[in-house]
């Protein structure tokens, strides 16, 4: 019997396989170990492979399109109802299977190797930003702990450890000096290497068309457009600029029934890195916005004079995504809101 779908479960080393017929007969459900897992889709004839998006199915992706396999990828969230009972690689092969058939289900587009380049520099850079803020409270703490108080902002964490490396030390005892000296170190490392990766990323914005276009409306910088390139690319494979938002978790979490609508607190379901980008963007824009009134448009004036500052600037962030996905589908420029 010919193979027409195929529920590929991901792992490091042994893959399971779960075939089945255009009739939904199982042909088979074996493991298969990596190196042989090509070489088994190459005797295949072209039929659906459906994947759960995760780490390495980007790289399976792209490799079986190549032997002439549909590829799709689905949020493992989408997958979990149709797994029966247990969890066994054979049930996760069978659900996937199942759920990659459904005409609702929604797939994941498959990223190219220059997206999850620029996407590693953006994750090496997210990590020592969160690194160099452990590092910043850990020596304030310590200074704290002698009675010793910084002000507040990264900017001061950086003058102070520049003078203590340059033999300004505060009033402590040598052992603690030293174990501040080690963390000031630490701490101006990872300066410098956020400062580096943020010109990589920079440099990445500036010669892509798509990113420079993004780069012109208000709140979005070269790290937020690139960020934006490199993960949706030209953003058609969302149907409107709300599914994009919705996508970036920006919409608000319905729980409506028996008629009446009740609208929560944003869903927070999609992608972390970008909504945050976007949220710290528009919170910029904000604080500009209060600071010089006649330099914004009329409807950023009016949400954040009628709203509450945060809920203003998270609805900014929901209009940018609408916007941004107007820009790259149909490669418009940005234009101000009338109103």
């Known amino acids: 019997m010919t193979v027409k779908t195929v529920g590929l479960d991901l792992a490091k080393d042994v893959f399971q396989v779960h075939g089945i017929s255009e009739n939904g007969r199982v042909i088979f ?24 998006a995760c780490g390495s199915s980007h790289h399976w992706g792209r490799a079986l399109r190549k032997l002439g396999h549909d590829v799709k990828l689905m949020p493992a969230g989408y997958v979990k109802p149709y797994v029966k009972r247990g969890k066994t690689d054979a049930v996760d092969a069978e659900a996937i299977c199942e759920a990659v058939r459904r005409p609702t289900m929604r797939f994941v587009e498959i990223k190219t190797e220059e997206q999850q380049a620029i996407l590693s520099l953006h994750r090496t850079r997210d990590l020592a930003v969160r690194q160099r803020t452990q590092m910043a409270n850990m020596i304030r703490s310590l200074l704290r702990e002698f009675g010793h108080i910084l002000p ?20 402590m005892p040598e052992i603690a000096n030293g174990m501040l000296g080690i963390q000031c170190y630490q701490f101006i490392g990872l300066n410098e290497r956020i400062e580096g990766y943020s010109k990589m990323i920079e440099q990445h914005a500036l010669v892509n068309a798509d990113a420079r276009r993004l780069m012109r409306m208000p709140g979005i910088g070269p790290i937020t457009a690139s960020a934006i390139v490199a993960t949706i690319g030209d953003a058609k494979q969302f149907r409107t600029g709300r599914d994009l938002a919705a996508w970036l978790g920006l919409t608000p979490l319905n729980k409506s029934s028996g008629g009446k609508e009740r609208l929560g607190k944003i869903t927070k379901q999609g992608d972390r890195y970008i909504r945050k980008l976007l949220v710290v963007g528009m919170t910029s824009r ?11 448009d009329l409807w950023t004036a009016k949400i954040i004079a009628d709203k509450p500052f945060r809920l203003a600037t998270t609805a900014m962030a929901n ?11 149909k490669k418009q420029e940005y234009r101000q809101p009338a109103f």
């Open 286 to 296: 904000a604080v500009m916005a209060k600071r010089s009134p006649e330099k914004v």
């Open 319 to 329: 209009k940018a995504a609408r916007s941004i996905w107007a820009m790259l589908t």
């Open 29 to 52: 459900n074996k493991a298969i170990k990596r190196a042989k897992l090509l070489a088994f889709f190459e005797a295949l004839p072209p039929c659906t492979v459906g994947m759960e």
């Open 152 to 171: 507040i902002g990264i900017e001061a964490v950086t003058a102070f450890a520049k003078r203590h490396l340059g033999g300004d030390h505060p009033d």
